[in-house]
């Protein structure tokens, strides 16, 4: 990764924030994470978008206050064309694997897709932001390989060829330290 081009490298997913502040890093014990989180994306090393600020935003806790206050300039918006762009090329891709499926276990139901690409959702606009800024970022998030039931971002990263990693290999990748 480039960690000196104009944008960051890591684009987090709104599990991150969220699984980090109910699981792992509570701010009661746990602010060295967020102040790291914080630290990064000053850097230009982490960022996010407008669509899981939004998200986070729905919330009614400490986690929504944080994030207002210390992270609010770092969520990138995704009205611009050339991720607007992006976001059609990725509905497509997603679509085209339900069609070109010929095995039960391995395309989207109805109800997959339309979760996925539902317009206050973050995941498919996460997608397309990495997507649109020429494969150079690379998606953090906690979800996990899905089925039919779900459009999971790291199945759709793979079919993209987006680099998808969870947040421990990120903090790995960025040699925190607890």
Known sequence: ?????????????????????????SFDFGMVFWNFLEKKASQKIICSIAKVLY???QREDALKEW???????????TNDNTTLKAYKNVAVCVKNKTKLSSRNDA?????????FLAENKADAW????????????CIVTLEK??????????????????????????????NFKF
């Open 145 to 174: 390989p899905g089925g039919s039931k779900k459009v999971s971002i790291p199945d759709v990263c793979k079919d993209l060829g987006i680099p998808c990693i969870d947040t421990f290999q990120m903090l790995r990748n960025l």
């Open 55 to 57: 998200e986070i935003k």
């Open 67 to 77: 994030t207002i206050k210390h992270f609010d300039k770092y969520f990138h918006p």
């Open 107 to 115: 395309y989207y139901t109805p109800n997959a897709l339309n979760a």
């Open 126 to 137: 996460l997608i397309a932001y990495a997507y649109s800024h020429s494969q150079k970022l």
């Open 1 to 25: 990764m480039n960690k000196n081009m104009s944008n960051c490298s890591y684009l987090l997913d709104t599990n991150v924030f969220i699984d980090a502040f109910n699981k792992y890093y």
